[in-house]
T-cell receptor, first 110, second 113 residues
Framework: NAGVTQTPKFRVLKTGQSMTLLCAQDMNHEYMYWYRQDPGMGLRLIHYSVGEGTTAKGEVPDGYNVSRLKKQNFLLGLESAAPSQTSVYFC?????????FGPGTRLTVL | DQQVKQNSPSLSVQEGRISILNCDYTNSMFDYFLWYKKYPAEGPTFLISISSIKDKNEDGRFTVFLNKSAKHLSLHIVPSQPGDSAVYFCAAKGRGGADGLTFGKGTHLIIQP
């Protein structure tokens, strides 16, 4: 089992560019999450999904969109990247309490 | 307003001794509390959790204590080992089945040889 995987691992964008981060899990979990971590901060919830075709906003959703077309995949999109979105992005999945995290995507917006 | 607080950014402990990491919370509706360990350039790894109806949970070298009246929990690591050097995050989960986790800012634990 690969667990939770994230693509890409690193990315540099210019302000105004768009991109999509991909998260995949092979544990058949219903719930999936996107978090961001900034220096000296804990992880903050961006969006989450309780099942295929459903999404909901978390604590810091502005500037991001998500989609869950397949149960095993959860996509995070940035339509027009801003320097404030420079961060490390983590995806997680769970079937209960404990969340399993991917290795992260380090995104820099210039 | 931070709902989960870890007031010690770093902690240095000698190998073989006990490490105690602390966490405070403000929201009495949290249902579970979790501890995660994180190495640089990796995702957080689950360590141990405790339900809000318990006051202690133990797993090998790791024990978590919950004091609901004080809204305080602590993680004890005994004995501390060099591989325990990492950032430790305290996290809390609400009562909804799909609720995301609310994280503290983390404590960097350094185990000295």
């Amino acid at each position: 089992n690969a667990g939770v995987t994230q693509t890409p691992k690193f990315r540099v964008l210019k302000t105004g560019q768009s991109m999509t981060l991909l998260c995949a899990q092979d544990m058949n979990h219903e719930y999936m999450y996107w978090y961001r971590q900034d220096p000296g901060m804990g992880l903050r919830l961006i969006h989450y999904s309780v099942g295929e075709g459903t999404t909901a906003k978390g604590e810091v959703p502005d500037g991001y969109n998500v989609s869950r077309l397949k149960k095993q995949n959860f996509l995070l999109g940035l339509e027009s990247a801003a320097p404030s979105q420079t961060s490390v992005y983590f995806c997680a999945s769970t079937h209960g309490v404990e969340q399993f995290f991917g290795p992260g995507t380090r995104l820099t917006v210039l | 307003d931070q709902q989960v607080k870890q007031n010690s950014p770093s902690l240095s402990v000698q190998e073989g001794r006990i490490s105690i990491l602390n966490c405070d919370y403000t929201n009495s509706m949290f249902d579970y509390f979790l501890w995660y360990k994180k190495y640089p350039a990796e995702g957080p790894t689950f360590l141990i959790s405790i339900s809000s109806i318990k006051d202690k949970n133990e797993d090998g070298r790791f024990t978590v204590f919950l004091n609901k009246s004080a809204k305080h929990l602590s993680l004890h690591i005994v004995p501390s080992q060099p591989g325990d050097s990492a950032v430790y995050f305290c996290a809390a989960k609400g009562r909804g089945g799909a609720d995301g986790l609310t994280f503290g800012k983390g404590t960097h634990l350094i185990i000295q040889p």
